[in-house]
């Protein structure tokens, strides 16, 4: 072990060595020792006059330090049991001021009368008894399934529902992909922003790890309906983090107000820091083996399962305690304690996680409190990050990530996989751990297979849709699976499945088992109420899955947006891809965007589009354009002039009716179809549109081809007319409003770039794709070679076609009717639209998992192999569509509003946090 400080001293001291300087020179060794042995530098045992005393005392270790120096070895003195203080108790500070003796006399009082408890959950695999449903069991069910029940050892955390969180973790050692995601979160020394949705999996993932590794988990919300956790941080962010301390959490601020409370804020959360330290270092007095796994998910447990800990939350209690205390104490005993755990695990190496759960809860408190460049949660991770050896991983849904890339701050990672239940092997996997053997053992019979597919069908996704109704089957006991599927989903998803009202199914269920639905807490998208842009994202959503018969929508606009209201899920590492692809989250959009503005408002929202000050990040019109456009052409015939308004009169062409077509091959030969069709007669693997070029050359059998991704054209279609001749039609759209008036020379380059040699440059790429128009059968010669109408849309507020030139090319201009169309929205109903949603998404296709281009492996319960994702630094400039710091900016993903103080301040009460028959302890902060 060569330790190069000490080689050093040796190698000064051949000269200096003499009785009178060899404390100092042994003083600087021990410095170096202790050190090494993550011990603190006590001056009572190695300053230069505590030394001068050893040496005194113990003549024999002159000899030991000469001898050292004469050889310039230091092995003898390392070994010496006399210098490596093992059974002292080393600290930097002592108590001096009352406070600091109190706290010393109550500490020790404490952990010995809570020594049992401790000792308990550090030596027992299972420290409490294992959860099992409410009593009394229900007539006629059978104490077969009750013993089932118990003998999974779900863990009880004193709540009516299970909690799978904690049950049978481990996996991360049986699955070499959970492993890998497990290391991906849980980096060493590079503090982390683990995002995504909510029930997303990302608290089981937490639980994993911490079953990898030494660490502390604070949840900064206390979830009554579980009970997991120290409610300490919750008392915080409840009562104004510490109104002792003057935190000034409303308005007016000033400079030396921001300092203020970030002082108070760092003081604060320091002390429940040192409450973990001061557990842990206890706990780690009652383990036999500080380097076992097990022991990991012991201290786990310890800490999620505070309820079980007695009358009072233990770690809340030393809170308390070491909150009457001088903030250098804290950080003295803190630094103390630190080295001192981190001797009894892996020495200097060790390395300890904090995990701050629910982060979103700190991001948004005390908004503006902090000064425009920070937060509560900025505030309380620069407080442990200066830590030594303590490595931070802030787990949310909503997190404003601009205060964590400021220049010269530490830097910070963002990771956003979590995985999901992707799969139906991977969702069976997990759901038949929970089915008793007479259950387990017939999934291949009828009803099992029924029960699996349903839940494939409605539940796929995040970690908690599926999580939920496993725990309302256990607390059931199983009864009438089928049937409590139906009313989970009805009550969770809230909606109504086909042919099951929830009064019918109610009648079905006794009321336990519809009880046991009702201890899930129902999925609620905010959808509306926190943002216009959120609604056009929904619609765009909508209109893609009844359009193209996808289940699986993928975005990179408002990712964080859409991830923080629940709407999408993260579907790669690094928070630049989202999916909507979860029926409960799509089918419930149909109420915001359809049945509550009317049906002619979700297919053209003008009156919300007119608030815009810039264009919504989705564009929706061409999609809505299609359906009405469809249901036109069935109900009436139109002259083209009458369905789109050209400059001037129009060639004479367009005064001829027109139908919607597809190009189809037969013998070779070209021809076109008429297509005629309505939601309500749609099946499940239509499709009016595809994104495909392929589309081009009549490879595709939808009429409207979503070209945006290709070609300087939203979307492209093929027009009849009656007398027989063909031609393209392409459409481009323009944000066009009261408070955005964009230049008309703008819109004329719209036009120009969507000539057949021009359409297929796009932004991305300057030069030809190779892409053209395939040939048509009979076309429109007067409209150039190849045909092309050049067609285009403003909305909310039209334009002028006269207003615009043609230009050379040849092909002619014209714009979108939506006077005429827009009264074909009218015929269209709620009812048509949610039974083609439902019908796509409760029938997902198949997918080739070679193809994934996300990790497909469910938040926890995986065995499929998956990629190793690195995620990245948020502190590195990033450009492109794609571009994170684009995203973190928009609302409310951005600096919380700044809060006006109330008139009255009503602070929920702590009891209201507090699990039932529990004694509270007294307020400290």
Request: charged share 25%; hydrophobic share 35%.
């Amino acid at each position: 072990m060569p330790l190069s400080d000490v080689q050093q001293i040796l190698h000064d001291a051949t000269e200096t060595l003499q009785p009178d300087t060899a404390p100092s020179i042994l003083s600087a060794i021990l410095h170096v020792f202790l050190r090494e042995r993550s011990r603190p530098a006590d001056p009572d045992y190695i300053s230069n006059a505590a030394c001068a005393a050893l040496l005194s005392e113990r003549p024999e270790l002159y000899d030991l330090l000469e001898n050292a120096v004469a050889t310039q070895q230091y092995s003898d003195l390392w070994e010496c049991d006399a210098l490596a203080f093992r059974d002292n108790d080393l600290r930097t500070r002592r108590p001096y001021y009352p406070s600091e003796q109190k706290l010393e006399r109550e500490l020790a009082d404490f952990l010995h009368r809570h020594r049992g408890t401790i000792a308990t959950f550090a030596r027992s695999p299972c420290p409490t008894k294992p959860w099992n449903p409410s009593p009394p069991t229900p007539p006629g069910s059978s104490s077969s399934e009750d013993d089932f029940i118990s003998a999974l050892n779900i863990p009880d955390t004193s709540a009516e529902r299970p909690c799978l969180l904690l049950h049978d973790l481990g996996l991360s050692e049986r699955s070499e992909s959970l492993r890998q995601r497990i290391n991906n979160i849980f980096c060493p020394q590079h503090h982390t922003l683990f995002i995504n949705a909510s029930g997303s999996g990302k608290t089981r993932l937490i639980f994993e790890g911490l079953t990898q590794h030494w660490g502390f988990y604070i949840p900064s919300v206390y979830n009554i309906s579980t009970y997991i956790g120290s409610q300490d941080m919750h008392e915080c962010l409840t009562n104004n983090m510490s109104p002792k301390r003057k935190f000034q959490p409303y308005p007016p601020w000033t400079k030396s107000t921001f300092d203020k409370n970030s002082w108070v804020t760092r003081s604060t959360v320091l002390r429940l820091l040192l409450s973990r330290l001061i557990l842990f270092k206890a706990f780690l007095d009652e383990l036999e083996d500080t380097s076992a796994l097990e022991s990991r998910r012991r201290w786990l447990l310890f800490q999620a399962l505070t309820s079980k800990h007695g009358p009072v939350d233990l770690f809340e209690q030393v809170t308390t305690m070491v909150d009457e205390v001088p903030e250098t104490y804290v950080k003295r005993m803190l630094d103390d304690i630190l080295l001192d755990v981190k001797a009894r695990c892996d020495g200097p190496r060790t390395n300890l996680f904090c995990v701050l759960d629910d982060a979103e809860r700190a991001n948004k408190a005390f908004p503006g409190a902090f000064g425009p460049e920070s937060s509560a949660l900025r505030e309380i991770a620069r407080a442990w990050e200066d830590c030594e050896g303590i490595t931070l991983i802030l787990a949310g849904t909503n997190i404003w990530v601009d205060p964590f890339r400021r220049e010269g701050d530490r830097e910070y990672r963002i990771c956003t996989d979590t995985g999901a239940f992707d799969t139906p092997e991977s969702q069976r996997a997990y759901v038949t751990r929970y089915l008793p053997p007479h259950l387990a053992h017939l999934a291949n019979s009828t009803a099992v297979r029924g029960l699996l597919h349903q839940m494939w069908q409605w539940l796929r996704g995040r970690y908690h849709f599926t999580e939920g109704f496993v725990a309302a089957l256990l607390i059931s006991r199983f009864e009438q699976p089928l049937v409590l599927l139906k009313r989970y989903i009805s009550y969770f998803a809230t909606v109504t499945l086909p042919r099951a009202t929830m009064s019918e199914l109610d009648e079905q269920l006794p009321e336990f088992a519809s009880d046991a639905v009702f201890l899930q807490e129902p999925f609620r998208s905010l959808i509306v109420m926190e943002g216009e842009q959120l609604f056009f994202a929904a619609q765009y959503t909508l209109f893609k899955i009844m359009l193209q018969g996808e289940d699986t929508i993928r975005l990179t606009e408002l990712c964080y947006h859409l991830v923080a209201q629940e709407l999408s899920i993260f579907i790669d590492p690094f928070g630049t891809e989202a999916a909507i692809c979860e029926p409960c989250v799509v089918l419930p959009l149909v109420e915001p965007v359809f049945r509550e503005p009317g049906i002619v408002n979700g297919f053209y929202p003008d009156e919300l589009a007119s608030i815009f000050e810039s264009p919504p990040s989705y564009s929706t019109y061409h999609l809505a354009f299609i359906p009405v456009f469809v249901q036109a052409l069935k109900e009436n015939q139109y002259r083209l002039c009458d369905l789109f308004t050209f400059p001037g009169g129009g060639p004479d062409w367009a005064t001829q009716t027109a139908e919607l077509v597809r190009v189809k091959q037969k013998n070779g030969k070209l021809y076109t179809a008429v297509f005629s069709n309505s939601f309500s007669a749609m099946k499940r693997d239509d499709a009016w549109a595809t994104d495909s070029s392929a589309w081009l050359q009549h490879e595709t059998s939808a009429p409207f081809c979503l070209s945006s991704d290709f070609s300087n054209a939203e979307l492209i279609f093929v027009m009849r007319l009656s007398d027989g001749r063909s031609l393209y039609v392409v459409l481009t759209t323009v944000f066009k409003s009261a408070r955005v008036d964009p230049p008309l020379a703008g819109i004329q380059a719209r036009l120009s770039r969507m000539t057949p040699n021009q359409i297929f440059r796009t932004a991305q790429s300057q030069a030809s794709n190779g892409l053209r128009f395939g040939d048509l059968p009979n076309p429109v010669k007067e409209a150039g070679n190849p045909p092309v109408l050049r067609l285009i849309a403003t909305f909310p507020f039209d334009i002028d076609i006269n207003d615009l030139k043609r230009g050379r090319a040849k092909q002619p201009i014209a714009t979108v009717n939506t006077s005429v169309l827009r009264d074909y929205a009218g015929s269209f109903t709620v009812e048509d639209i949610e039974r083609r949603l439902t019908s796509v998404m409760t029938a997902p296709r198949k997918v080739d998992s070679a193809k994934r281009k996300q990790p497909d492996t469910p938040a926890a319960d995986d065995d499929a192999e998956a990629q190793r994702y690195h995620t990245r630094s948020v502190t590195k400039r990033l450009s492109g569509a794609q571009d994170v710091r684009r995203s973190v900016r928009l609302v409310p993903v951005t600096a919380p509003k700044t809060p006006k103080p109330p008139k009255r301040q009503a602070v929920p009460s702590r009891a209201q946090a507090a699990p039932p028959k529990r004694r509270r302890t007294s307020k400290r902060y």
